[in-house]
């Protein structure tokens, strides 16, 4: 049996199949007029280390939201002041549908709404808008009140599955203010149960006024291609019509075990490091990483070594047949060259995830010819189910051998 599929492996090099790769993304973006940068945890170097805060059992769960589970609005006060756009605020509008605004709601002057209870509609295309927008007509295109940070903002519906946290940790100066939308489902939902939702948190950083956001499980089913990973989503910084910092609009670019940080041009301070807690189990399907932007200067130093799992050798380029072959060989006690990779079988520590065992594509608990048949089956476009809280193959991720 090993023969025959090592004969395959063999017989699909020699096949050349098109591929569009999702993985060719810059990391940095800025500054722009906005005066903000972003750096992503793409490689390559420099990026930032997602590091997950997981407040579900520590933090406040939010009940109550002023408009209703659905398109609801929460009015927090701030732990310290947070400078935002060269304002400094002392409490932020969380809302159900991904955002936080610094702007308090003036007089209502259309049925008692709020703008940020919108959930960016777009009456033309259902896909929101991109940054920068200005919010003149909030009550009629759903954009929440600027200045705000756009992490995942959508129609999502904590009222359908799904909760949203908040919680300050450290200590003065610093501290972080975290809010959490924990497997929160999309306002179209299927069975709308838990599983089926997004999630993803925002820290705001005392001190050097950094923004971080962070996206654990960005997947709702497979029957939402026009949702999941920010599909019809937007996400950045937005400060008016003409001023903003975007990071993605209407794409698939807001993959899972993923992260951004947001930086003042000229930070006072540093950002404090994080403490990891174990990240939410992510939904299988496939992967999506963010859109190319242009360069700038980096504002961390990740730990550990960035990879696309399934990429069995580092060659950094989207696992394909070579990588089938090389975890066939290993299987059948061949040498089995992995580069600069881990040698295969080594246990690694995945960042947003798990101990996982490096070349066992699916999880499974060893390396064996399936893991080989599934790098094949991905490599021309077929579908490969994935043990729960395992990464998806090509999936960019970070790894630290134990």
Known sequence: MRASAISLAVVAIAITVAWTSLNASADISGPDPSGYTWTDSTAPAPFVTPNWIDITTTGTAITGWDGGDDDGVWAQPLPFGFNFFGDTYDAVQISTNGFISFAVPGPNPWMGWDCNRGYNWDDITNLGFPIPHGDADCYDDGWGLNPLIAAFFDDLDPGKCG?????TTG??????????????????????????????????YEGSNDIKIQYADTFFSQTMPLENYGASATSGLSFDATTGL??????????????????????????????????????????????????????????????????????DAPPDPVDSLITLRHDAGLTANTGDCP????????????LHVWGDIDCSGGVDPVDSLKLLRSDVGLDVTQETDCPEIGQQVQITPQ
Not at 247 to 266: C, D, I, T
Not at 279 to 303: F, M
Request: with cysteine; hydrophobic share 40%; net charge negative.
């Open 163 to 167: 909760n949203v946290y908040y919680s």
């Open 171 to 204: 200590s003065a100066p610093n501290r972080m203010f975290v809010v959490q939308w924990d497997d929160v489902c999309h306002h179209n939902c299927d069975a709308c149960a838990a599983g089926e939702g997004v999630t993803f948190e925002v820290i705001l």
């Open 246 to 315: 975007p990071f993605s609009h209407a794409q698939q670019a807001l993959a899972s075990h993923f992260a951004v940080l947001y930086s003042p041009a000229s930070a006072p301070t540093s950002t404090p490091t994080e403490s990891p807690t174990e990240a939410p189990t992510a939904s299988p399907t496939a992967t999506a990483t963010p859109t190319a932007s242009p360069t700038a200067t980096p504002s961390a130093t990740p730990a550990g070594q960035t990879v696309l799992w399934g990429d069995a050798n580092c060659s």
């Open 343 to 354: 040698a295969l079988g080594t246990t690694v520590d995945v960042a947003f995830a798990s």
